[in-house]
């Protein structure tokens, strides 16, 4: 059982480059989320995805975008990367329900932007 | 803006010593997790709990779950080397999740 899987796991891109965080899960959870992780911050949400066709902004969306591309996968875009946005990234997903939802990451990704 | 404030931020204990961590909030939460991170890893749910006062045991953990549903005490009985990592409450309402910055906890053998 896979659980949460994503890619890249480490990635270095200059500022200015466009890349795609790649996200997929196997629970057949309804709700998809992406975070970033840095230093003294914990966890920041960035979008999440309630069910499949819809998304919405987290804490920190500036300079993000994400795509609900089916029940399965949630992809995290940088358009134009800049050095602030150096962090390990994390997507997660839940079942959705209310009562004792449980959120389940994926392994994360590196990404530094020089 | 932090809705879960935890401490402390670091501790660093001996082997066999006790210890507590803390997760304070203002906010109610329908339910809390506490969740161990290791470097280059995601984090792991430890325990999930639903209900005002509630207390979980998990081997030499003990979890309880503040009467208002506000915040969270985790207590490591007779901590040992493996528990070292990072742990993260975390507070769910409806769909969101929204973590405290973390307790790194060193267990020193």
């Known amino acids: 059982n896979a659980g949460v899987t994503q890619t890249p796991k480490f990635q270095v891109l200059k500022t200015g480059q466009s890349m795609t965080l790649q996200c997929a899960q196997d629970?057949?959870?309804?709700?998809m989320y992406w975070y970033r992780q840095d230093p003294g911050m914990g966890l920041r949400l960035i979008y999440y995805?309630?069910?499949?066709?819809?998304?919405d902004k987290g804490e920190v969306p500036n300079g993000y975008n994400v795509s609900r591309l089916n029940k399965r996968e949630f992809s995290l875009r940088l358009e134009s990367a800049a050095p602030s946005q150096t962090s390990v990234y994390f997507c997660?997903?839940?079942?959705?329900?209310?009562?004792?939802?449980?959120?389940?990451f994926g392994e994360g990704s590196w990404l530094t932007v020089v | 803006t932090q809705l879960l404030e935890q401490s402390p931020q670091f501790l660093s204990i001996q082997e066999g010593e006790n210890l507590t961590v803390y997760c304070n909030s203002s906010?109610?939460?329908?339910?809390l997790q506490w969740y161990r991170q290791e470097p280059g890893e995601g984090p792991v749910l430890l325990v999930t709990?639903?209900?005002?006062?509630e207390v979980k045991k998990l081997k030499r953990l003990t979890f309880q779950f503040g009467d208002a549903r506000k915040d969270s005490s985790l207590h490591i009985t007779a901590a040992q080397p493996g528990d070292t990592g990072l742990y993260l409450c975390?507070?769910?309402?409806?769909?969101?999740?929204?973590f405290g910055t973390g307790t790194s906890l060193t267990v020193i053998p």
């Open positions: 997660a997903s839940t079942t959705g329900t209310e009562s004792g939802n449980t959120i389940y």
């Open positions: 629970m057949n959870h309804n709700s």
């Open positions: 995805s309630a069910s499949e066709g819809t998304t």
């Open positions: 906010s109610v939460f329908s339910s």
């Open positions: 709990v639903v209900t005002g006062g």
């Open positions: 975390a507070g769910g309402t409806g769909n969101q999740f929204y």
